[in-house]
Structures are given as structure tokens and as C-alpha cells.
């Protein structure tokens, strides 16, 4: 069974950052970071690889989110720079257990994490 445990959520002001890292215990294929603004529905953030290293990153982030991951620490994490107020969200990792396809789906992923909450304030 395989089981994400995210931190490093918080409070930031608008044009902060903040890393948030995703531990994970079992074999996983291709790791991933949703998020949850208040009253809206969950959508992705960025996606990789974790054999290849690929990364697939939304348009809303890109520029100014980095996911990464060190396979030695069974680690991925999301350097957030630039945050904006509409950054504000829970941010969930999931992990894909089959394939190596980064999928922008929450659906595709079959484990998830807890959450983690960012608030970015203006």
C-alpha cells in the first residue's frame, strides 16, 4: 500500500514562496501536485516522471512552479515562487502505481495524500 505524507503549507504574502515536499512509501510510477482553491474544484498543478524526470506543469504555474523529486529520499517536491492570492488552495500529492504517463486527470492517480493548505495573502 502506498502512502503520501505532505508538508510545508502555510502562510506566505503575495510574491513569497514556499516548497512543499511529498514523502512516499511504495513503488510509484509518476507523482503528481493537485490543488483545491476554496469553493472550486480540484485541478492540477504539475506532474513527473519518476523514472525519466519528465514534468508537465499547467499553464496557471508554469514560470513560476517547479516540481522535482530525489528518488534517494522517495521525495517530490514543489518550489512555489511569485504566489499570487489565487494560488490559495489545499495542495494534495497522488501517485500513480501503473505507467509512466504524467495524466493532468485526478482520476488516473490511485493514491493521494492528506493535503496540505497555502494561503497567500495580498
Known amino acids: 500500500q502506498v502512502q503520501l505524507v505532505e508538508s510545508g503549507g502555510g502562510l506566505v504574502q503575495a510574491g513569497g514562496s514556499l516548497r512543499l515536499s511529498c514523502v512516499t512509501s511504495?513503488?510509484?510510477?509518476?507523482m503528481a501536485w493537485f490543488r483545491q482553491p476554496p469553493g472550486r474544484e480540484r485541478e492540477f498543478v504539475a506532474g513527473?516522471?519518476?523514472?525519466?524526470?519528465?514534468?508537465d506543469h499547467a499553464d496557471s504555474v508554469k514560470g513560476r512552479f517547479t516540481i522535482s523529486r530525489d528518488n534517494s529520499k522517495n521525495t517530490v517536491y514543489l518550489q512555489m515562487t511569485s504566489l499570487k492570492s489565487e494560488d490559495t488552495a489545499v495542495y494534495y500529492c497522488?501517485?500513480?502505481?501503473?505507467?509512466?504517463?504524467?495524466?493532468?486527470?485526478?482520476?488516473?492517480?490511485?493514491?493521494w495524500g492528506q493535503g496540505t493548505p497555502v494561503t497567500v495573502s495580498s
Open positions: 497522488a501517485a500513480r502505481a501503473s505507467t509512466n504517463g504524467i495524466y493532468r486527470q485526478g482520476t488516473m492517480y490511485q493514491y
Open positions: 511504495g513503488r510509484t510510477y509518476v
Open positions: 513527473i516522471s519518476l523514472s525519466s524526470g519528465a514534468t
